[in-house]
């Protein structure tokens, strides 16, 4: 366990954050506004809101997750905080929260005024009635991001006590995988682990799928109870002080996999050690996910369900029909992190790189996960038009016998480190 942090840490990790950022932004001379960002209300509820979470910029820069707040950059100036006036209903009903000091966000239309001829730029959450040069915002953006992407030691302790809770969690749930049980009641286990061993909340809506619901990607547990001979995927993270771990496991329901699901699992496992083994500074995400692909691919082959070289299938998309997904993405602050594509390189349309959601060469410091999975969709596979497109290169007869099968994915967070990586997910067991 990471030893608490000190209040002294946290100002001097937003007083560092802040020089780098200025050191990139300075150049620029523009006047920047970071807004936190406004509760949202829950359509036709009355007072009902959906829980606040400052925009990820805002909340890098300051540490709060302070509704209606502004942070204000002026090159000349440097940095300012302009937050609501809590008033005594706010008190009332949402209790003390004085201690985030700042100017009363009344005050930004004058400080603005004094500044009027200037550039001005937003970051974080829209602020209302301030123009903003989108231009500019853009070119910020991508500064901050290669700032952002590199985390430093408050973000990573604050990820690894989210990892050790996400651990306990997992380690409180395993054992109660068995048939009868339900999603839900794995759901209730697993976060229980979380919120006992420190996290603030759950880093995304827990995945739990077990049997054919594990070949949808996103699917939220139900009362489905656990059937004999299935497989459970649980795709689970906690979060710390605003700081995410995103795991997945996969799990055979009656203690051991069948021939073709340990088949599935151990080339699944495979691709995902090779792909975090290349996960080191310098290398390409995308290449990554390729390399993956084609592994897929050729795994795939190799079981009797694709015929053909494993680069065609990848190119014709045979292979993307049981891994329709990236390798990953850049987890941290939010499950998804500042990832993106580096200026100047946009998302492509092939079948294997649709999904793809970070496209730039990994750097240490930088946080991803790693998370093939392979799925056997049943409105995909049972498509006529997928059907008869893939006719020469799916084996549908053999892929027709894994109805039901669900899916397999296993997902880890890695820390790109000088000269390696770091698995800070290794704890939690994928034999
Ligand atoms: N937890 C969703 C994902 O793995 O991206
Ligand atoms: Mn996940
Ligand atoms: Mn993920």
Known sequence: MTAEESDDAVTKAIERRRRAIEAEWNELGTIVLVGAGDPIPIPGR???????????????????????????????????EFVPVIGADERLWSGDVSDEAGTPVSELGPWLEKRRGRRVAQLGAP?????????????????MDRVRRRKDALELARMRRAADATRAGFAGAVPFIAPGISERALQIEIEAGFFRHGADTVAYDSIIASGPNAAVLHHLPTQRLLGAGELVLIDAGAEYRGYDCDVTRTYPVSGDFSAEQAAVYALVLRVQRAAIERCRAGVEYRDIHLAAALEVAQGLVDAGFLRGSAANLVEQGASALFFPHGIGHMVGLGVRDAGGYLPGRSRSEAPALRFLRIDLPLEPGHVVTIEPGIYFPPHVLED?????????TVVWNRVDTLRGFGGIRIEDNVLIRDGGNEVLTRAIPKE
Do not use: K
């Open 127 to 143: 602020v209302a009635n301030v123009a903003s040069d989108g231009a500019v915002a853009s070119e910020l953006r991508t500064r």
């Open 46 to 80: 009355a007072d009902r809101v959906y829980p606040f979470l400052a925009h990820s910029e805002y909340f890098y820069l300051t540490d709060r997750q302070r509704p209606g707040a502004i942070l204000t950059y002026d090159p000349e100036e440097g940095w300012s």
């Open 384 to 392: 006529p038009e997928v059907r008869r497109q893939h006719r020469d």
